[in-house]
């Protein structure tokens, strides 16, 4: 049976024009079936069909009390959870959403060239990569530093780029326990093009592969 992924982009704050492209890339990656839906309603009902739940550049309150007791039931009993870029910037109004994602969204300087530093090669997200990958992003920070929550696969590299605000340890890319379930989350995606980039693809597919499929969890920060 194929793996289902349920892809979630409602928006009640700020609205990427990248939502389409990036629907498009994860259905276009393969090996899932994708139901993709703006509709809150749909976080109410059971989840337990899917392998993973995909936060794809979500804005604001997204989520009725219902959903957000369905999606902490989802999590925590061993379902996956995948947030992309404006996921950081979702749900500030529920504690346990940014405990779950590992960081809350701050700011972010301009759209610009800069270089993320990849920290582990062996995470299917990041393996593909080179040490350091080249990417033009928002290169957002975060309220908080992940690390010591969840396990960094990739920081920002501040002294590429202008206006970055976290410093020398600015993760980007990271994965986490939650309960029983499996978080992953990448800051990257901001634009259309991203999802026509072969290496952010196969990082995006690594990321949801990690989530979706059980799997040991890396021993370092967790």
Not at 90 to 119: I, N, S
Not at 139 to 167: C, Q
Not at 198 to 204: C, Q
Request: glycine share 10%; with cysteine.
């Amino acid at each position: 049976m194929t793996a289902r992924l349920l892809v979630y982009t409602r928006t009640t704050g700020y609205r990427h024009d990248s939502i389409p492209a990036a629907v498009a890339a994860v259905r276009a990656l393969g090996g899932y079936a994708v139901d993709h839906t703006e509709d809150p309603a749909a976080l109410e009902r059971p989840l337990e069909a899917y392998a993973a739940v995909v936060f794809l550049s979500t804005s604001g309150e997204v989520l009725t009390p219902a959903g957000r007791e369905r999606l902490a039931a989802y999590v925590e009993s061993g379902g996956g959870f995948v947030g992309v870029h404006a996921a950081a910037c979702t749900e500030y109004d529920w504690p346990y959403y940014g405990d779950l994602l590992g960081a809350r969204f701050d700011r972010h300087p301009e759209y610009q060239p800069g270089k993320a530093l990849v920290e582990d090669r062996d995470h299917p997200a990041t393996r593909h990569l080179p040490a350091v990958w080249e990417f033009t992003d928002e290169w957002y920070d975060f309220r908080t530093n992940p690390r010591g929550t969840a396990h960094v696969l990739a920081t920002a590299d501040e002294s590429s780029y202008s206006g970055g605000g976290m410093g020398d340890d600015h993760p980007l890319v990271w994965c986490r326990a939650q309960g029983a379930g499996r978080v992953f989350y990448t800051a990257l995606g901001h634009d259309a093009g991203a999802y026509d980039d072969p290496d952010f693809r196969a990082h995006l597919r690594g990321g949801i592969d990690w989530a979706a499929r059980p799997q040991p969890l890396p021993a370092e920060d967790m």
